[in-house]
């Protein structure tokens, strides 16, 4: 089994219900999130997916996170935008953009700050 891993980032704010006192007043993050991707086989190139493809359809889902106020999107209807809720969300946008029923998207993890981060692991 091959693992491939590339790190994108984005900002935005969120306001989070039920959660700390703090937490729910509106703040904002600069979240750093890292995308795994795996497969069992090697194309004819000798890769698992090119990190360039990987890249642009992890970008095109950051653009659509970035610089927003997250509890305002429709992905977000009804969920708090937690850390693990996005890193779930981006998994589950990610899966739909690849094309190869032998890659998966193994994991995501969204780093919410430096020390704290939560990881969706997609079995």
């Known amino acids: 089994m091959f ?8 900002s935005a704010a ?6 700390a ?3 729910e007043n509106l703040h904002g993050h600069n979240w750093k999130i890292e995308v795994c991707v795996k497969g069992e086989k090697l194309n004819d190139a000798g890769v698992v ?11 095109e889902i950051m653009t659509g996170l970035d610089h927003k ?4 999107l429709e ?12 890193a779930m969300k981006i998994a589950k946008e990610l899966q739909g953009k690849i094309d ?3 890659i998966k998207v ?3 993890t969204a780093w919410e700050s430096d020390d704290a981060c939560a990881t969706y692991r997609c079995f």
């Open 106 to 108: 193994s994991s995501v």
């Open 49 to 59: 997916m090119d990190f360039g493809q990987i890249k642009k359809y992890v970008s």
């Open 21 to 23: 006192a703090k937490c």
């Open 75 to 86: 992905w977000f209807k009804g969920a708090n935008p937690s850390s693990e809720i996005i």
């Open 14 to 19: 969120h306001q989070l219900k039920l959660v």
């Open 100 to 102: 190869d029923p032998l």
């Open 69 to 72: 106020f997250l509890n305002e």
């Open 3 to 10: 693992e491939l891993k590339v790190i994108n980032h984005f």
